[in-house]
């Protein structure tokens, strides 16, 4: 089973930074892709960023210059930092990691942590 740690949520002014971090631990033979996703209060969960094992990254238009996916192989980590924070942003952010086993591939998700931008 994977257990996935989620830290680094908060609240921040606009124009603020975060970082947001996810470990994942257990038993897994690799880990995948991991990403990130935020739900708001009424809305659908949607991707913010993912990035593959190789490093190849894809983000949501919305975040595109202002947000960096990060990942550390070794540690099965994977980092969000958030530059130039915008009310919109406000939401519970969860961690998404791909997991391979020798019996199969699953996806795992963190348990969510909340991050509020207001003035």
């Known amino acids: 089973q994977v257990q996935l740690v989620e830290s680094g949520g908060g609240s921040v002014q606009p124009g603020g930074s975060l970082r947001l971090s996810c470990a994942a631990s257990g038993s897994m033979t690799s880990v995948g892709i991991m990403g990130w996703y935020r739900q708001a209060p009424g809305k659908q969960r949607e991707l913010v960023a993912i990035?593959?094992?190789?490093?190849?990254?894809k983000y949501e238009d919305s975040v595109k210059g202002r947000f960096t996916i990060s990942r550390d192989n070794a540690k099965n980590t994977v980092y969000l930092q958030m530059n130039g924070l915008k009310p919109e942003d406000t939401a519970r952010y969860y961690c998404?990691?791909?997991?391979?086993?020798?019996?199969?591939?699953?996806?795992?998700w963190g348990q969510g942590t909340q991050v509020t931008v207001s003035s």
């Open positions: 990035i593959t094992s190789g490093g190849t990254t």
């Open positions: 998404n990691v791909q997991v391979f086993t020798e019996q199969d591939v699953t996806n795992s």
